[in-house]
T-cell receptor, first 116, second 114 residues
Framework: AQSVSQHNHHVILSEAASLELGCNYSYGGTVNLFWYVQYPGQHLQLLLKYFSGDPLVKGIKGFEAEFIKSKFSFNLRKPSVQWSDTAEYFCAVTPDRGSTLGRLYFGRGTQLTVWP | DTEVTQTPKHLVMGMTNKKSLKCEQHMGHRAMYWYKQKAKKPPELMFVYSYEKLSINESVPSRFSPECPNSSLLNLHLHALQPEDSALYLC?????????????FGSGTQLSVL
């Protein structure tokens, strides 16, 4: 069965610290990878996505993620976090076999708290 | 307009009640989704509609009945729910229903079943 693992459930950082959130998936085929973010009181929104090509993808607000196929990983990074980055971060995966439909599977999320 | 609007925001219902959750988008998206999210858990896919037809049902109990009356609206009819069905119900939409699509999420309906 498809699964997405986010090992860090709660990360606490001070402003300007560097961030790396881990995401691993279990699927042997081609996958599409996403990071969604949910700011306090707001809805889920897309941060960045990877479909193919350059495995280092850049998203909004200075976030980037690197797809490492051999490690089945898609870790999210930011060199210097801000207080406004406090949010819940979800890694998500859709298998891509040329299907016309997509099932988006989410990890359990990582709560990031940034102290000013 | 890049919003997915869900109503109501909060709903409390008894196990014998019948209620409906509503979702609306005006982005011209042809795929709409229902997700269920329990506290401290990831969102779990329930249903996918593509071009107003039910495409995916993730083995959801029949006490949840989705309906897509037109391309902008998605309903979730609730009947004879159990307390364990209490959760945040999220609606989402995307341009199409493919695996590459970006989903736009609503803020959800927080449902409590007593």
């Amino acid at each position: 069965a498809q699964s997405v693992s986010q090992h860090n459930h709660h990360v606490i950082l001070s402003e300007a610290a560097s961030l790396e959130l881990g995401c691993n998936y279990s699927y042997g085929g081609t996958v599409n990878l996403f990071w969604y973010v949910q700011y306090p009181g707001q809805h889920l929104q897309l941060l960045l996505k990877y479909f193919s090509g350059d495995p280092l993808v850049k998203g909004i607000k200075g976030f980037e993620a690197e797809f490492i196929k051999s490690k089945f990983s898609f870790n999210l990074r930011k060199p210097s976090v801000q207080w406004s980055d406090t949010a819940e971060y979800f890694c998500a995966v859709t298998p891509d076999r040329g299907s016309t439909l997509g099932r988006l599977y989410f990890g359990r999320g990582t709560q990031l708290t940034v102290w000013p | 307009d890049t919003e997915v609007t869900q109503t109501p925001k909060h709903l409390v219902m008894g196990m014998t009640n019948k209620k409906s959750l509503k979702c609306e988008q005006h982005m011209g998206h042809r795929a709409m989704y229902w997700y269920k999210q329990k506290a401290k858990k990831p969102p779990e896919l329930m249903f996918v509609y593509s071009y107003e037809k039910l495409s995916i049902n993730e083995s959801v109990p029949s006490r949840f009945s989705p309906e897509c009356p037109n391309s902008s609206l998605l309903n979730l009819h609730l009947h004879a729910l159990q307390p364990e069905d209490s959760a945040l119900y999220l609606c989402a939409s995307s341009q199409e229903a493919g695996p590459n699509e970006k989903l736009f999420f609503g803020s959800g309906t927080q449902l409590s079943v007593l």
